[in-house]
Every structure is written in structure tokens, then in C-alpha cells.
T-cell receptor
Framework: GESVGLHLPTLSVQEGDNSIINCAYS??????FIWYKQESGKGPQFIID?????DKRQGQRVTVLLNKTVKHLSLQIAATQPGDSAVYFC??????????????FGSGTQLTVLP | GAGVSQSPSNKVTEKGKDVELRCDPI?????LYWYRQSLGQGLEFLIY????????KSGLPSDRFSAERTGGSVSTLTIQRTQQEDSAVYLC???????????????FGDGTRLSIL
């Protein structure tokens, strides 16, 4: 079946640098995407979402970019801090997929911020 | 509370016992989801509720797993005759239901860490 995937399972960045986490999706009909952050021992925390009629959305220190041509999604974190260390998941909605679950999750990328 | 609440936060039990996990969604959220997450893995969908009905049970791994939701709020996930492979973190999420086809973000609890001895 179709699935969301991530280019890199792990990413290490220096504190203060910018981080970019990538996600590839295979269903061109996907119309909604979410990024989640999961810290150890906690549930996934909503970071930012984007609908397919947009190609960029900004939040506080985070930006999500959507490239529908190549079916690619990225999360940019500005001035990465130690508290940003976590696993980051992308999720997509495939409309009219026959399932009511609505979101399909990728396998996650571990971001480690180095001092 | 303001977020999704799950209990217990940790559960250790012997193989063969039944366990019941509870989820209290965000007030006003009519959609409720259960997921399972094994160590270092992504989220495995189990079941979805819209109100009290479960339109999608496709993710339940076996007939030992069942879930119910009464009053359109609290949900319980029951695992009968637990096996060691059931050890995982069980996560619950809730969301609003968007108008038309608009999908709404799911908000997660911190999960129940289940260990089967």
C-alpha cells in the first residue's frame, strides 16, 4: 500500500544551527499533512500542519514546505535548541482512501541537538 | 483537563491476563483513535471512533483486542489473554471532525506503557 517515508532515520545538528527534516509521500491525492514531535516517554505533539493548496506555512521557529511536484514535505527548525531533540513524524491524509482513519504516519526521524 | 488523558501510564501484567486501558479525550472532540507503538517504531493504527461507533476497526491485530466508547467520550481498549508481543505503548488521540472533507489534527495523550511478563 501507499505509505509516508522519511529520507533519514537520524539527524544530528549543532545547537543554534537550522535543522531540516524531510519526508517523501507517494500518494499524489494526499491533501493534508502534519508534523509531530515525540519526546521520550511522551505522546506525539502537534507542531504544524499544511493543506495541499499551500506550499509553505510558518510557525514559531518552524516552517513546513510542501512540494507537490515531487511529493516531498520538509520541516525546518530555526536556531535548533537542545529541547528540540526528539523523534519527528510526518503524517498525511489520503482522501477517499476507503478508510476512516484519515492520517497515515511515517516511521520517524530522530533529531539530536549537539552542544 | 485540557489534553487527552490516558490511564494507567504504566501497566505490568503476566502473560494470559486481561488488561483494560482507558482514554479520556479532549472535551468536544468526537473523533477518537487508538494506536500502538513498539519501541523505536512508528505508530500502528488500531481503531477509530466517530462518536460511539467504530467505522474503522481494521487495525485491530486479533480478536483478543476490542474497544468501546460510551457516551461519546471515554474509550477503553481491552486486550484479552495478553501475549508478550502485546508489549508496547498504546496511544490514544482525539480530534474535532472538520466540515466537509476538511481533516483536523489529532491530539495525543502520553500513552500507556504495557509490559507483558
Amino acid at each position: 500500500g501507499e505509505s509516508v517515508g522519511l529520507h533519514l532515520p537520524t539527524l544530528s545538528v549543532q545547537e543554534g544551527d537550522n535543522s531540516i527534516i524531510n519526508c517523501a509521500y507517494s500518494n499524489s491525492a494526499s491533501d493534508y499533512f502534519i508534523w509531530y514531535k515525540q519526546e521520550s516517554g511522551k505522546g506525539p505533539q502537534f507542531i504544524i500542519d499544511i493543506r495541499s493548496n499551500m506550499d509553505k506555512r510558518q510557525g514559531q521557529r518552524v516552517t513546513v514546505l510542501l512540494n507537490k511536484t515531487v511529493k516531498h514535505l520538509s520541516l525546518q527548525i530555526a536556531a535548533t535548541q537542545p529541547g528540540d531533540s526528539a523523534v519527528y513524524f510526518c503524517a498525511e491524509n489520503i482522501p477517499f482512501s476507503g478508510s476512516a482513519r484519515q492520517l497515515t504516519f511515517g516511521s520517524g526521524t530522530q533529531l539530536t541537538v549537539l552542544p | 483537563g485540557a489534553g487527552v488523558s490516558q490511564s494507567p501510564s504504566n501497566k505490568v501484567t503476566e502473560k494470559g491476563k486481561d488488561v483494560e486501558l482507558r482514554c479520556d479525550p479532549i472535551s468536544g472532540h468526537t473523533a477518537l483513535y487508538w494506536y500502538r507503538q513498539s519501541l523505536g517504531q512508528g505508530l500502528e493504527f488500531l481503531i477509530y471512533f466517530q462518536g460511539n461507533s467504530a467505522p474503522d476497526k481494521s487495525g485491530l491485530p486479533s480478536d483478543r483486542f476490542s474497544a468501546e466508547r460510551t457516551g461519546g467520550s471515554v474509550s477503553t481498549l481491552t486486550i484479552q489473554r495478553t501475549q508478550q508481543e502485546d508489549s508496547a505503548v498504546y496511544l490514544c488521540a482525539s480530534s474535532l471532525v472538520g466540515s466537509g472533507a476538511a481533516v483536523q489534527p489529532q491530539h495525543f495523550g502520553d500513552g500507556t506503557r504495557l509490559s507483558i511478563l
